[in-house]
């Protein structure tokens, strides 16, 4: 199947600083990604969704300043999550789909960020 | 709109006994259906999809599932579990939007596995 990587796997911050998460599809074009957040315990939530070459379309109650979505290539989304928080602590786990995945998603291993 | 209903946030099966995870589904169009595992600090593996083919599906690991329209349920089974199963396991709808699609997942449920 397909490789979806994230890069970094766990990142700690102090509040205030922006932290970059990056999502590369490995063998495959992917023409559209997603971002979800994902608190303890619970299920996935879609922050947004990114079309290569064109702006993220953000859920609502997401903050698009606040996460800054990059998809400038066909294998690389980058989330930024700016002036961070420790309420923005959570798991973010990226996912891509492109032609021929059959409406499949395939998921990145997720992305631990705390917030001091 | 489309929603996923996981029944039971917890299940607990005894070892080499069948294990039923519930999930139903509304969808105002055919759906693409899915169920994913879990495993502590990963992302979502796909165990088995629905896509308007065969209404029983085989995934992954052993398990199957059963797409009821009349039902609008889509349950996850095995025949005998495995301690490996243990797992958090999210079933999920998939729409097809303009420029894409979007996917909304259930609460997901969490399987323990006794010895």
Redesign the interface.
């Known amino acids: 199947g397909a490789v979806v990587s994230q890069h970094p796997s766990w990142v700690i911050c102090k509040s205030g600083t922006s932290v970059k998460i990056e999502c590369r599809s490995l063998d495959f074009q992917a023409t559209t990604m997603f971002w979800y957040r994902q608190f303890p315990k619970q299920s996935l939530m879609l922050m947004a969704t990114s079309n290569e070459g064109s702006k993220a379309t953000y859920e609502q109650g997401v903050e698009k300043d606040k996460f800054l979505i990059n998809h400038a290539s066909l294998t690389l989304s980058t989330l930024t999550v700016t002036s961070a928080h420790p309420e923005d602590s959570s798991f973010y786990i990226c996912s891509a789909s492109g032609p021929g995945t059959y409406n499949e998603q395939f998921f990145g291993p997720g992305t631990r960020l705390t917030v001091l | 709109a489309q929603s996923v209903t996981q029944l039971g946030s917890h299940v607990s099966v005894s070892e080499g006994a069948l294990v039923l995870l519930r999930c139903n589904y509304s969808s105002s169009v055919p759906p693409?259906l899915?169920w994913?595992v879990q495993y502590p600090?990963?992302?979502?593996?796909?165990l088995l999809?629905y896509?308007s083919a065969a209404t029983l599906v085989k995934g992954i690991n052993g398990f199957e599932a059963e797409f009821k329209k009349s039902e609008t349920s889509f349950h996850l089974t095995k025949p005998s579990a495995h301690m490996s199963d243990a797992a958090e396991y999210?079933c999920a709808v998939?729409d097809?939007r303009t420029?894409?699609?979007?996917?909304?997942?259930?609460?997901?449920t969490?399987l323990f596995v006794k010895a």
């Open positions: 693409y899915f994913y600090n990963q992302g979502l593996q796909l999809k896509t999210f998939s097809l420029g894409g699609f979007k996917t909304i997942f259930g609460a997901g969490r």
